[in-house]
């Protein structure tokens, strides 16, 4: 059952609305996409009139009118990680909760497993980059001397990041420093012979530092009207390139390449 006939149920189904809108945003989806899916959740239930969402990247408000009255929640939220299978599950757990008799109860009880749920291994991460920078490097034209010294060099810059996150430093810290271990890494492997060409090792080992994701999320957002978490996304993907860049160059300056 869906319909709601106290003050608590109604608590229920905003906090529903806010943990898929907070499970979107802190994995990655785009912003207009959080915002209709808490919408979708407060339409289903019909002693609810209206519904309004707005959601930015550090926050998510709800608002709802129910028996005449407004009713406006609001979760602080910040982006943790790229990683589309929460927001999969959560766009199941949407399809679930509006097209079949799943219950607020049910619904907000998956809602919340798929919030808590634990993110990737250090381990995982740190073999998913490896791989990725190393085929990037294959993909660039580097050869498999290349290949092996992106690997180490995305393996060991994705470890380091991993540990720069428990100190919450800004992203333009990490990204620079990630960038400037890359080329460090890939220049002393190609001295020492390990690789071919530094360029095509460089390129394979920033690649998972690259903002792809950031800024086509921001092109997303802004087509789709939603042009202040747009601009805020275009504007941070600017500040993550400038970085990376700067990371790399200083290291590609100092030894004369």
């Known amino acids: ?92 757990l949407l399809r679930d909760f509006v097209n079949t008799d799943l219950s607020l109860d049910e619904a907000l009880n998956r809602a919340q497993e798929i919030f808590n749920r634990k993110p990737a291994s250090r381990k995982q991460i740190t073999i998913a980059a490896a791989f990725a920078c190393a085929f990037f490097a294959l993909l660039f034209g580097g050869d498999f001397r290349d290949f092996f010294a992106a690997a180490i060099a995305g393996f060991t810059v994705s470890n380091v990041i991993y540990s720069l996150s428990q100190y919450s430093l800004t992203f333009f810290i990490e990204n620079f420093i990630g960038a400037f271990l890359s080329a460090l890494i890939a220049v002393f492997l190609n001295k020492i012979g390990f690789g071919n060409n530094v360029d095509y090792t460089v390129i394979g080992a920033i690649m998972i530092l690259v903002p792809g994701f950031p800024i086509t999320n921001a092109a997303r957002d802004i087509f789709s009207n939603q042009y202040m978490s747009g601009i805020i996304g275009v504007t941070k993907a600017l500040f993550q390139a400038f970085s990376i860049a700067a990371g790399v160059g200083i290291v590609l300056k100092v030894v004369g390449l």
């Open 1 to 92: 059952m869906k319909n709601i006939e106290t003050k608590e149920d109604l608590k229920k189904a905003t906090d529903l609305a806010l943990t898929v809108s907070m499970i979107m945003v802190k994995n990655g989806a785009e912003i207009f996409r959080a915002e209709d899916a808490s919408e979708k959740v407060l339409r289903a239930i019909p002693e609810i009139t209206q519904a309004d969402s707005y959601c930015y990247p550090t926050g998510v408000f709800v608002s709802c009118e129910y028996r005449g009255k407004d009713y406006t929640m609001f979760r602080k939220i910040s982006l943790e990680t790229y990683n589309m299978k929460p927001v999969e599950d959560c766009n199941t």
